[in-house]
């Protein structure tokens, strides 16, 4: 779906960008922080079963409402920072995510989870397409690569963060369900601060035009970069999504992993290695970055289904880790990949809706486990999404290498 005509928008000049330079590091820090509290109920959904009571489907459930909200957010608002500027747009998902926070320090039950999973979903899609343009466009001339790195860094070492902070605090603090989102709403006002003070990287020549959602905003000349570079993400993400859904659950169900500080190291080793593989790209190269990631993707695939069959914390430990690079090679390439080649009017909606592929992969895989569990149990609906998360990824490497990719 192509974007309807907008005004142009440009960026500021070089001046203020170089006074600007030690913005771009900050707003990552700030992304960084939005992004840990999305991931800050991963280790506790246990804790939440049994304070409140429910079944390990409907923790997926819970879990994938944060991926509708994203979505949801991506597709109503994607383009907004290309239209109202970056840091509008940055401060509603600020906004957002506040409101998350007090709704987990308030949840009693059900329906204040599921809203506060939607707020944080809603907190997420803003800042996905909105800080990682915003970031790339502060960086000073000749440092736009290490800027899209900081970008993806943030995003992925943020989301590791959430399940060591929350799993520290609930295993060795008091308040386990309540104080995570205090300390989080305490990054939170810090990070208000921040985005109230950076500069706006996006201006307008004449009137603005009005808002309106725009779903998936692909321009046709980029639809051919863009469809391998989203299946990739799509792909990498439904791994991130097994282990910050389903994971825990499968360590304390069968490898008698039920320490939730423990659990939460696992999850993150496969997010520090999502970092790991972000920083190898730049030894390879955007385009042959795609395919290894797709590549070690699905070495790193074989091994979680290996530990699923064999019950063994060493092969799911490299499974997270391997398929962490994998995911972090493909992931970094597909962004940069997607934003040199979107127009850069229409690069924070293109973004979008890249980051849109990547929740689907989030959330629908992860709700198909927890159905699936219902009837054949974790392990074996375990197996059958690593089976067909290597056919996606072995199809995608294939055409990469029969077509590979131009990338200016």
Do not use: K
Request: one cysteine or more; glycine letters at 12%; charged letters at 10%.
């Amino acid at each position: 779906m192509t974007s309807p005509a907008v005004s142009p928008a440009h960026r500021r000049d070089d001046p203020a960008r170089r006074a600007a330079h030690p913005w771009y590091a900050l707003v990552a820090l700030v992304f960084a922080v939005v992004m840990a509290g999305t991931t800050l109920p991963t280790p506790l959904y246990d804790l939440y079963r049994h304070d409140i009571g429910f079944s390990e489907f409907v923790v997926t459930v819970v879990y994938a409402v944060y991926a509708c909200g994203v979505i949801a957010a991506l597709l109503v608002a994607g383009s907004f920072s290309d239209v109202l500027g970056r840091r509008p747009v940055l401060m509603a998902g600020l906004g957002f995510a506040a409101v998350s926070a007090v709704c987990f320090v308030a949840a009693h039950d059900l329906p204040l989870l599921f809203v506060g999973r939607v707020f944080s979903g809603f907190s997420a899609g803003l800042f996905s397409g909105a800080a990682t343009a915003a970031i790339t466009e502060l960086a000073p001339p000749g440092r736009q690569a290490r800027a899209a790195l900081t970008a993806t860094a943030a995003n992925m070492g943020g989301l590791g963060c959430g399940p060591v902070i929350a799993g520290l605090l609930g295993a060795y603090a008091a308040y386990p369900l309540r104080l995570p989102y205090l300390v989080h709403l305490a990054l939170l006002a810090a990070s208000f601060a921040v985005i109230w003070r950076a500069p706006e990287t996006v201006a307008h020549d004449g009137p603005r035009p009005r808002l309106r959602p725009q779903g998936m905003v692909v321009p046709a000349g980029v639809r051919g970069v863009f469809t391998p570079a989203a299946i990739a993400v799509f792909a990498g993400f439904s791994v991130l999504g097994l282990f910050t859904a389903v994971a825990p659950a499968f360590l304390a169900r069968y490898l008698g992993v039920d320490n939730i500080a423990a659990a939460a190291a696992v999850v993150m080793s496969a997010f520090l290695a999502s970092l790991g593989g972000q920083v190898l790209m730049g030894r390879f190269g955007v385009a042959r970055s795609l395919v290894l990631g797709c590549l070690v993707l699905v070495g790193g695939l074989a091994l979680i289904g290996a530990s699923l069959l064999s019950e063994e914390l060493g092969l799911l430990v490299a499974g997270a880790v391997v398929s962490g690079v994998g995911q972090g090679l493909s992931f970094r390439s597909s962004v940069a990949t997607v934003s040199r080649v979107a127009p850069a009017e229409q690069r924070g909606a293109t973004l979008s809706a890249l980051f849109v592929a990547g929740y689907v992969g989030l959330s629908i895989p992860v709700v198909g486990i927890g159905a699936l569990s219902v009837g054949v149990g974790l392990r074996s609906a375990g197996v059958v999404f690593v089976a067909c998360v290597i056919a996606l990824v072995a199809a995608v490497s294939s055409y990469l290498l029969r077509r590979p990719l131009r990338v200016p």
